[in-house]
T-cell receptor, first 113, second 113 residues
Framework: QKEVEQDPGPLSVPEGAIVSLNCTYS??????FMWYRQYSRKGPELLMY????GNKEDGRFTAQVDKSSKYISLFIRDSQPSDSATYLC?????????????FGQGTRLTINP | NAGVMQNPRHLVRRRGQEARLRCSPM?????VYWYRQLPEEGLKFMVY????????ESGMPKERFSAEFPKEGPSILRIQQVVRGDSAAYFC???????????FGSGTRLTVV
């Protein structure tokens, strides 16, 4: 079983739609949860960083964590064509005595004007 | 305010040659992380280094791959006797202390022909 599962998509939605991106994980040792955005031919950039269960909002982006279900989500409201990118979830925790950052496969998102 | 700098952006090598990838961390950052990204896949951790020390190389293939981060100069990821399966994007990230890498470079895309 993979440590982090993320639907690779691709996901295509019209401009203005609400987008939901999700990851599930198996190890409760992961305590920090990040979402990165990666444009084509670019490195990932950190979008959201959260620790506790619940919601964290930043502009049009909301990160949601449910530690009991081991499920994290990123919601994008009023999606724009400029949001078209690959979104990667990443989980940070101490696994077997070492700090590990594990990435999901990434979901390719296209917002159609 | 330079970010993480990687060069070259693109590297083409014939099978059996050596590939040398360079990464200059953000100013003030002494921790460097290398990741590999295959097409349609997430980032896979390779190695974590501090100045003059390899801290965690659990993601590095046992043969042909090595990394260093000397006291002066950039971090180097070296791949000897490259094979077609080494073709990937290699990303470097840095942080000011042992933590999750927040700043990524734009990557080096290695193509082995």
């Amino acid at each position: 079983q993979k440590e982090v599962e993320q639907d690779p998509g691709p996901l295509s939605v019209p401009e203005g739609a609400i987008v939901s991106l999700n990851c599930t994980y198996s190890n409760s040792a992961f305590q920090y949860f990040m979402w990165y955005r990666q444009y084509s031919r670019k490195g990932p950039e950190l979008l959201m960083y959260t620790y506790s269960s619940g919601n964290k909002e930043d502009g049009r982006f909301t990160a949601q964590v449910d530690k009991s279900s081991k499920y994290i989500s990123l919601f994008i409201r009023d999606s724009q064509p400029s949001d078209s990118a690959t979104y990667l979830c990443a989980l940070l925790g101490v696994i077997q005595g070492a700090q590990k950052l594990v990435f999901g496969q990434g979901t390719r998102l296209t917002i159609n004007p | 305010n330079a970010g993480v700098m990687q060069n070259p952006r693109h590297l083409v090598r014939r099978r059996g040659q050596e590939a040398r990838l360079r990464c200059s961390p953000m100013k003030g950052h002494s921790h460097v992380y290398w990741y590999r990204q295959l097409p349609e896949e997430g980032l896979k951790f390779m190695v974590y280094l501090q100045k003059e020390n390899i801290i965690d190389e659990s993601g590095m293939p046992k043969e042909r791959f090595s990394a260093e981060f000397p006291k002066e100069g950039p971090s180097i990821l070296r791949i000897q006797q490259v094979v077609r399966g080494d073709s990937a994007a290699y990303f470097c990230a840095s942080s000011p202390r042992r933590a999750d890498p927040t700043g990524f470079g734009s990557g080096t895309r290695l193509t082995v022909v």
